[in-house]
């Protein structure tokens, strides 16, 4: 299996910041990397897929980018409304694997 | 708009069993590849199950293999996880997820979730 790796698992970060959220996968899997947003009681949403590749709808704040094993999501001008777990998960091979999360949180 | 909304979850002995339903709306549900992903209280999530637009494919995580059954009925728009030998480590958040496209495998759409407790 594929292990995805994020570290720190939290951060703390003021509105307006520029946040780096790291990722590490076990083996290369090229650009099969997705990352996800999860808010207290609600289900995760997909920001990004295919490394870099910003899903419809989501603001242009975020970004992503790396290949092979090394991933980063960014966040330009941190809003409040970004303060929540941020996932990542591999679709290069079976089982699926998502990171352990990470979470950011006000500053 | 694109709905997944599951149901079916509850509280049950180990040893027991449950079936789950997501009912999808909005989208040609035979077109996709749909998931299950679970999600143990104040942890991760963890990928459990897929299967393929016509349900002739399917896939499992080792924790769950031989106990759960994925399918799907499209005339109903309906995905379905059967779960059976439940565990008190089943207990868990479960979602099912749409995939967005065979290539990048990317679950753009979830439901809400439903609540599986085994104890």
């Known amino acids: 299996d594929i292990q995805m790796t994020q570290s720190p698992s939290s951060l703390s970060a003021s509105v307006g910041d520029r946040v780096t959220i790291p990722c590490r996968a076990s083996h290369s899997i090229s650009s099969y990397l997705n990352w996800f947003q999860q808010k207290p009681g609600k289900a995760p949403r997909l920001l990004v897929y295919g490394a870099s590749t910003l899903q419809s709808g989501v603001p242009s704040r975020f970004s992503g980018s790396g290949s092979g094993t090394d991933f980063t999501l960014t966040i330009t001008n941190l809003q409040p409304e970004d303060f929540a777990i941020y996932y990542c998960?591999?679709?290069?091979?079976?089982?699926?694997?998502f990171g352990q999360g990470t979470k950011v949180e006000i500053k | 708009e694109m709905q997944l909304v599951e149901s079916g979850g509850g509280l049950v002995q180990p040893g027991g069993s449950l079936r789950l339903s997501c009912e999808a709306s909005?989208?040609?549900?035979?077109?996709?590849?749909m998931h299950w992903v679970r999600q143990a209280p104040g942890k991760g999530l963890v990928w459990v199950s897929r299967v393929n637009g016509d349900g002739s494919s399917t896939s499992y995580a080792d924790a769950v293999e031989g106990r759960f059954t994925i399918s799907r009925d499209n005339a109903k728009n309906t995905l379905f996880l059967r779960m059976d030998g439940l565990r008190v480590e089943d207990t868990a958040l479960y979602y099912c997820?749409?995939?967005?496209?065979?290539?990048?495998?990317?679950?753009?759409?979830w439901g809400q979730g439903t609540k599986v407790t085994v104890s």
């Open positions: 998960q591999q679709s290069y091979s079976l089982p699926r694997t």
């Open positions: 997820a749409r995939v967005k496209n065979a290539i990048w495998d990317a679950f753009d759409i």
């Open positions: 909005g989208f040609t549900f035979s077109s996709y590849w």
